[in-house]
């Protein structure tokens, strides 16, 4: 309701001065609360927002993204993986490949499954900008569920079976057995 919402707008700008800082985005597209703050919703569609501000962020916990290429129903941005490519696509997207990518980087339980996992977040990263939405989340979702699946100390107890963008236009099927215990 439009009460709650309010409450809530309240609630976040005396959080914000209680701890000495201010809302720097807005939570709601339909409705422009906090439609002055610097990275509003508004401000990013319109382009009035000082870029500045994006480079001084400075957040407790992994950078989001680069920089913002395009604002629109989803979020463009550029992330880098560990080994130097250069991703771009949707907020949640390129950052899920690029959690897979770390995942798979941090497991040296199986150096060659790592290696296969690094390669294979790398090529869905390379052709990201090329899949349509649904097929960009559902391929980044199989890459984060295989990614976790091989990260289990004694690795899946069932076949996985997962999408990976092959062309733009299709996908190849990818198969992995599970891992044994040595």
Do not use: C
Not at 16 to 26: E, K, P
Not at 149 to 176: D, F, M, Y
């Amino acid at each position: 309701s439009d009460d709650e919402l309010a409450l809530a707008e309240s609630w976040l700008q005396r959080y914000a001065a209680r701890h000495a800082g201010s809302a720097i985005t807005n939570f709601d597209q339909i409705r422009p609360f906090l439609s002055d703050a610097p990275l509003s919703y508004q401000r990013l569609v319109s382009r009035t927002y000082d870029r500045t501000i994006i480079e001084n962020l400075h957040f407790s916990g992994p950078k989001l993204a680069d920089r913002i290429d395009h604002v629109g129903s989803a979020m463009a941005v550029t992330v880098t993986l560990g080994n130097g490519t250069v991703v771009h696509g949707d907020l949640v997207v390129a950052n899920s490949i690029k959690e897979s990518f770390n995942r798979a980087s941090q497991d040296t339980s199986d150096k060659e499954l790592s290696q296969t996992l690094q390669r294979l977040a790398t090529e869905l990263g390379k052709v990201l900008e090329k899949l349509d939405t649904d097929t960009a989340r559902k391929a980044a979702d199989d890459l984060d569920t295989l990614t976790k699946e091989a990260a289990r100390p004694q690795g899946g107890t069932e076949r996985q079976t997962v999408s990976s963008p092959r062309t733009a236009g299709g996908l190849l099927p990818v198969t992995t057995e599970p891992r044994r215990p040595s």
